[in-house]
């Protein structure tokens, strides 16, 4: 009976030393994470067919939970404009925008 009584205390201590690095790793802190974008037209719809042509953008961000809830976090609407009057290229409009409380994990 002695024996069982000296390995019970080191399997105790052994498991404690196990558990503590696994409870470690499953812990993740919440990380901020940038997105960018860059809206332009990629041709210049000068010809007749594109005159009475127009598009909006909408950008929608969405974080999504490890249960699956979707939380918009940025919404943003580009006014209706013909398509020759968006910008090349070279002048694109640019946005970024910051997201915070990521579970870097799953990114």
Do not use: C
């Amino acid at each position: 009976m002695n024996k069982y009584l000296v390995w019970f205390p080191a399997l105790m201590v052994l498991g404690a030393v196990i558990y503590k690095p696994a409870k470690e790793t499953t812990e993740t802190k919440p990380v901020s994470k940038n997105i960018s974008f860059s809206v332009y037209k990629s041709s210049s719809y000068t010809s007749g067919v594109y005159n009475n042509t127009s598009a909006s953008v909408d950008l929608i961000v969405e974080k999504v939970s490890t249960k699956g809830q979707h939380t918009i976090v940025w919404d943003k609407k580009l006014d209706r404009k013909y398509l020759s009057q968006y910008p090349s290229v070279e002048n694109a409009l640019k946005q970024i925008i910051t997201i915070h409380n990521l579970n870097d994990q799953f990114i």
